[in-house]
């Protein structure tokens, strides 16, 4: 069973940077989708970032220009480059996969995701 770990959370002040990395267990060749969530605390989880095994990416509106995603196929690990981090940006991210990859902006639906992580906390203070 796949298992995903991440790492790299932490607190920053507005307009800081971080970088998340999601180490997952086994090979990631039969996994489609990767992906970037978070949940703040009293809001649902949303979608953060997702990167197919075609290598196309999609971002949240509310990131577009501050994060980027990446995958390191040889490493099995997906990380996450924050900058300019906001308040609001705070939050418990989570990596996830999956081997059936929906497409297109329905991979931000966490609902498609069967394979989770346990999250790391990221907090921006203004």
């Known amino acids: 069973r796949l298992q995903l770990e991440e790492s790299g959370g932490g607190s920053v002040q507005s307009g800081g940077s971080l970088r998340l990395s999601c180490a997952a267990s086994?090979?990631?060749?039969?996994?489609?989708?990767m992906g970037w969530f978070r949940q703040a605390p009293g809001n649902e989880r949303e979608g953060v970032a997702a990167?197919?095994?075609?290598?196309?990416?999609i971002y949240a509106d509310s990131v577009k220009g501050r994060f980027t995603v990446s995958q390191d196929k040889a490493q099995n690990t997906l990380l996450l480059r924050m900058n300019s981090l906001k308040p609001e940006d705070t939050g418990v991210y989570y990596c996830?996969?999956?081997?059936?990859?929906?497409?297109?902006?329905?991979?931000?639906?966490?609902?498609?995701?069967?394979?989770w992580g346990q999250g790391t906390q990221v907090t921006v203070s203004s």
């Open positions: 086994v090979l990631t060749y039969n996994i489609y989708c």
């Open positions: 996830a996969a999956t081997a059936s990859c929906p497409g297109g902006r329905w991979n931000l639906e966490g609902g498609e995701y069967e394979y």
């Open positions: 990167i197919d095994s075609d290598g196309i990416i």
